[in-house]
T-cell receptor, first 110, second 117 residues
Framework: GIQVEQSPPDLILQEGANSTLRCNFS?????LQWFHQNPWGQLINLFY???GTKQNGRLSATTVATERYSLLYISSSQTTDSGVYFC????????????FGQGTRLTINP | EAGVAQSPRYKIIEKRQSVAFWCNPI?????LYWYQQILGQGPKLLIQ????????DSQLPKDRFSAERLKGVDSTLKIQPAKLEDSAVYLC???????????????FGPGTRLTVL
């Protein structure tokens, strides 16, 4: 089955708005991570967040491992926040590897 | 600190031709990964090296794809012969530790965009 599932698939907002991206993950993965892929394709690691809450500037993330979901919050969105946001988890069984969700495409309009 | 380097950035070939991609990881990173990212999807791991040994290649189409990491530093990924469905971005990443290690962070290169006609 699907190991990492993200919603919504697309999100269009005006500059200054806040957004919440969701990631549901199966019990076959753990050690959740969030990435941002900018419009030029560069993939940047935002958070390593197996549980709890972390904040970095306007971005924060919360993972509730017992309920198998993670949320990424972006406050006061800027046009540079545009791109695709991926969550990914490490598989528990076999060779541990990073499994990505399908991503949320975020477009911030000026 | 220099990031992960990849070349070429773009490649256009015809089906049944061969192609090779090169990756230079961050200095000192023992683990190197190759991912395939098809348009509209998340990256999919093809192969993972720890130093010059293969940790996982379960999703590598071995009839046409091959990869090596000689001397545990640079790596090359080859496709021979290419098919139309191989059109994708090929991402290389590196990390200090294995993927399952706690607080492991993977650093990604800019990718190589392959178009197979």
């Amino acid at each position: 089955g699907i190991q990492v599932e993200q919603s919504p698939p697309d999100l269009i907002l005006q500059e200054g708005a806040n957004s919440t991206l969701r990631c549901n993950f199966s019990d076959s993965v753990n050690n959740l991570q969030w990435f941002h892929q900018n419009p030029w394709g560069q993939l940047i690691n935002l958070f390593y967040i197996p549980s709890g809450t972390k904040q970095n500037g306007r971005l924060s993330a919360t993972t509730v491992a017992t309920e198998r979901y993670s949320l990424l919050y972006i406050s006061s969105s800027q046009t540079t926040d545009s791109g695709v946001y991926f969550c990914a988890g490490i598989t528990r069984q076999g060779a541990q590897k990073l499994v990505f969700g399908q991503g949320t495409r975020l477009t911030i309009n000026p | 600190e220099a990031g992960v380097a990849q070349s070429p950035r773009y490649k256009i070939i015809e089906k049944r031709q061969s192609v090779a991609f090169w990756c230079n990881p961050i200095s000192g990173h023992a683990t190197l990964y190759w991912y395939q990212q098809i348009l509209g999807q998340g990256p999919k791991l093809l192969i993972q090296f720890q130093n010059n040994g293969v940790v996982d290649d379960s999703q590598l189409p071995k009839d046409r794809f091959s990869a090596e990491r000689l001397k545990g530093v640079d790596s090359t990924l080859k496709i021979q012969p290419a098919k139309l469905e191989d059109s994708a971005v090929y991402l290389c990443a590196s990390s200090l530790k294995l993927a399952g290690s706690s607080s492991n962070t993977q650093y990604f290169g800019p990718g190589t965009r392959l178009t197979v006609l």
